[in-house]
């Protein structure tokens, strides 16, 4: 059974910081090319960041570059988002996406608030 659980939202005031994880399970991990989306109220969903199955190559959004970090653990199937200096525009459900093979997996998401 394939499992993506996000952990790590919560509220937090604008220029503080946050770090998301994504556990996996039911799936070759290692394998599986991986994404941070993020979606607003009323906002279409957006991807955040994406990084490759052994972690060498990652991108960003321009609205999170420079303030945002994604990187994956292998050997305990988690991938994470460190968010830095967090602002209120960041306000969303973040989500965590897999894809492996021709499969395309999501997770529940996580809500994360930048507000004072």
């Known amino acids: 059974q394939v499992q993506l659980v996000e952990s790590g939202g919560g509220l937090v005031q604008p220029g503080g910081s946050l770090r998301l994880s994504c556990a996996a399970a039911g799936f070759t991990f290692s394998r599986a090319f991986m994404s941070w989306f993020r979606q607003a109220p009323g906002k279409e969903r957006e991807v955040v960041a994406t990084i490759t199955d052994t972690g060498g190559t990652t991108n960003y959004a321009d609205s999170v570059k420079g303030r945002f970090t994604i990187s994956r653990d292998n050997a305990k199937n988690t991938v994470y988002l460190q968010m830095n200096s967090l602002k209120p525009e960041d306000t969303a459900v973040y989500l965590c996406?897999?894809?492996?093979?021709?499969?395309?997996?999501w997770g529940q998401g996580t809500q994360v608030t930048v507000a004072s």
């Open positions: 996406n897999a894809i492996f093979f021709i499969n395309n997996y």
